[in-house]
């Protein structure tokens, strides 16, 4: 088999055909002819058979590399007179408009960008970061799914930092697919309004459940009129259940401030441990024995009280004050269960309000 044959099959390039191929220290030369006649503008597409002019250089772009060999093709391009964009190189069908890598190294680029951090991508496929991030972006004008906000019914929104300080990220995700569908510099209202305004308002009204986190910048742009207006505003379980320790976490806190005036001054150190008690023992609390002394076996009861409470009747309000339909269309589909908004106030609440009632 000779060489030109062996690197068409090996390289599988389409609408090329290889003429020669150059072995040399560092890297193989593949030289391809183009095999039709139309030159066509990278730009827009127009074709035509007329050509403007040749160029005098050949055009060079790097392909997959061959073990430690780099896999350079090169081919003689023409130049188009496109009516819209003027005197262009022809595009060519096995590379992006503007490009000097191929689209199956940029592809390759784009999926490594997925799974490993961007110093071991750029040692690995051996090119730099600015490099790195014009392929990612071309890979992403030509690989997203145009019809990604189509039937999109339940979704989430969350932000994510994407740089060292206060640089963040508002991500959109599909929960019926588990991909993300939108995405955007910042995390205020406004971010996620660019969201629904490319959504349209008839897509946007179609939303049934909408999870977030507990902050109000999210839950006031799906408010807003011509958005998410009909959807469940749904809360993460996570975020509901930080909320609930937090306002447990304050009983205790009160309840210790109160033991430190009382004339034993040993009282609240000893009642300072209690906290991972509580929390291990929501049911049936284990009073420590240091806690076993008056005065203070009030405090550690009206604590535990507060605890058993909230994390017994607050985890049952938790699972199940899902709606049904969605309920089980989510556990059904592998989703983690997102909450009604309400369900974190008064998780979050009811320890506070049993503390104060009490007399």
Not at 38 to 65: E, I, M, N, Q
Not at 287 to 316: K, V
Request: proline letters at 4%; hydrophobic letters at 40%.
């Amino acid at each position: 088999m000779r060489a030109t044959t062996a690197f068409k099959r090996l390289m599988d390039l389409p609408g090329v055909t290889v003429t020669d191929v150059d072995f040399q220290p560092a890297k193989v030369v593949v030289r391809v002819r183009l095999r039709r006649s139309k030159l066509s503008c990278p730009a827009c597409g127009f074709t035509t058979r007329a050509r403007y002019d040749t160029r005098p250089v050949s055009s060079a772009w790097r392909h997959l590399d061959l073990g430690r060999w780099r896999l350079e093709v090169r081919a003689d391009l023409r130049r188009i007179d496109c009516p819209t964009h003027g005197a262009r190189t022809e595009g060519v069908p096995f590379a992006r408009a503007g490009s000097r890598f191929t689209r199956d190294f940029e592809d390759l680029v784009g999926w490594l960008a997925t799974t490993m951090d961007k110093t071991a991508l750029c040692r690995l496929v051996r090119i730099d970061w600015d490099t790195t991030g014009r392929i990612i972006e071309r890979v992403m004008e030509t690989g997203l799914d145009p019809n990604r906000l189509d039937n999109l019914f339940v979704c989430g929104a969350d932000e994510v930092s994407w740089r060292k300080g206060h640089s963040y990220l508002t991500l959109v995700s599909n929960n019926d697919t588990g991909r993300f569908v939108w995405g955007k510099e910042g995390k205020d209202t406004a971010t996620l309004d660019c969201f629904f305004d490319e959504l349209g308002e008839e897509r946007s009204q179609a939303i049934t459940a909408m999870s977030m986190d507990m902050g109000a910048a999210f839950e006031k742009s799906a408010r807003k009129e011509g958005h998410a207006t009909k959807a469940v505003i749904c809360f993460d379980p996570f975020h509901v259940v930080q909320a609930g320790t937090q306002a447990l976490e304050k009983v205790r806190r009160q309840v210790w401030q109160d033991l430190r005036k009382l004339p034993d001054q040993d009282a609240a150190r000893r009642f300072k441990g209690a906290r991972w008690v509580l929390l291990n023992y929501a049911e049936q609390p284990i009073m420590p024995s240091s806690c076993r002394e008056a005065p203070w076996t009030r405090g550690f009861r009206l604590c535990s009280s507060a605890y058993s409470e909230t994390l017994q009747e607050g985890e049952q309000r938790v699972w199940w004050s899902i709606p049904a339909g969605l309920g089980a269309r989510w556990r059904g589909s592998g989703q983690r269960p997102l909450l009604d908004a309400k369900v974190g106030v008064q998780v979050g609440l009811r320890s506070l309000n049993a503390f104060v009632a009490e007399p």
